[in-house]
């Protein structure tokens, strides 16, 4: 399998493309932004945005939350460094640690914000993993969704037009550019985040198994709607330089923000999704499909950034990623199946031309606070079968 020769990315990731040096257009875009962006510019523009905004409405914005290092440095910023009054808005997928929550609850004091949190129905939202993981190898189709239709829808609620979202994706896939200033608006969620699925699809797909008013935390608003709101969903790190690595050290030092351990990431890395105990999962299923974990994307992240050799990246990639994550057997609870049910789900959404090995994995670590996760026996009766259609 062909990986990128400046970082490890291989042809399997989604979205994206290699030249004729063998360089992968995510490293190309890192070229672009260290080398040709002006970010004096960009700061300029996110002041003329700020100006717009600040002080017209009840919130000056909104920021959507979930206590990882990107959303606590993007709220840290607006707050401090942009002096704005925001809307933190949390959606809660069902996964959040007790070392997040703790993070968060300080943040939130040291900062003096009003929080709106929403937690979906456990009935619905594990009918909609189990879809996702049938037709597209991704547990996930309800964080991705609900993080994104349910922050704009409120947004009109409360009749907020600014919305500040962290990194760009151009920091990491090529769905876009740093040549462009990327708006998180209903064609990046069609194109990035719903896995190709919108919420009236899921209506279908599920035959009944949940109502229309059920999914409509999932459903992105009508684009009148946000017309007539005068919308701007925008990436701070459109505006500003992004640099996890400094911004990590920046929310540690004025925030005591904790950092945890993740399966399947190596300790070095404990800034590293910490919000979802379900990440290892998420990981396996990556790797199990496109031949790539987490170490994987961020050994890139350290390479591009001159940080790590590729041969340590290769080290530590051989390490960590492509374990069975304990926490699979939590996983497995959730949803009522066995593990070869999910093996064949996952197997079936492998991208070519990786081929994913079952008999030759090894068990991951388990993690320290694994016996605080939750595990409340919730009966499924009806559950549907693991066939799609079926």
């Known amino acids: 399998m062909k990986s990128c020769a400046q970082c490890l990315l291989p042809e399997t990731a989604e979205a994206t493309t290699f030249d004729d040096t063998g360089t992968c257009s995510v ?4 070229e672009f932004k260290e080398e040709k962006v002006d970010w004096v510019d960009r700061a300029s523009q996110l002041d003329v945005l700020v100006a717009q905004y600040k002080d017209t409405g009840l919130y000056d914005c909104i920021v959507p939350f979930s206590g990882g290092k990107d959303s606590t440095y993007q709220l840290w910023y607006i707050v401090t460094q942009l002096k704005m009054k925001p809307l933190v808005v949390r959606f809660d997928h069902g996964f959040y640690r007790e070392t ?23 009935h619905v939202v594990r009918e909609l993993m189990l879809e996702s993981l049938k037709r597209r190898g991704d547990f996930c189709w309800h964080c991705h969704t609900g993080i994104y239709a349910h922050t704009m829808q409120i947004a009109i609620r409360y009749e907020i037009p600014l919305l500040f979202w962290g990194e760009s994706l151009a920091e990491y896939q090529s769905f876009y550019s740093y040549e462009e200033m990327e708006e998180v608006d209903e064609k990046r969620f069609n194109r990035a985040m719903n896995l190709g699925m919108t919420a009236d699809d899921m209506f279908e797909f599920l035959g009944g198994r949940v109502t229309k008013r059920d999914l409509y935390p999932f459903a992105y608003p009508p684009r009148k709607e946000l017309q007539k709101l005068g919308c701007r969903s925008v990436c701070l790190g459109s505006y500003i330089k992004w640099d996890t690595k400094k911004q990590v050290e920046i929310i540690k030092k004025e925030l005591d923000w904790q950092g945890d351990r993740v399966e399947g990431i190596p300790p070095q890395f404990d800034y590293e999704k910490i919000e979802c105990h379900m990440q290892g999962i998420r990981d396996y299923l990556k790797y199990i499909k496109r031949g790539m974990g987490r170490t994987n994307h961020l050994a890139n992240i350290e390479i591009r950034n001159g940080r790590m050799t590729r041969e340590e990246g290769e080290r530590l990639e051989r390490e960590y990623d492509g374990k069975r994550p304990p926490s699979l057997d939590i996983f497995l609870e959730y949803l009522h199946m066995t593990e070869k049910e999910f093996l064949e789900a996952a197997m079936s959404h492998q991208v070519d031309p990786h081929r994913f090995q079952p008999n030759q994995v090894e068990d991951g670590e388990r993690m320290p606070d694994m016996d605080s996760w939750d595990r409340t026996t919730v009966p499924w009766p009806d559950r549907p079968s693991m066939k799609i259609g079926g």
């Open 100 to 122: 997040l929550e703790e993070n968060n609850k300080r943040t939130f004091k040291m900062l003096g914000v009003d929080v709106v949190q929403f937690t979906p129905s456990w």
């Open 27 to 30: 490293c190309r875009q890192i």
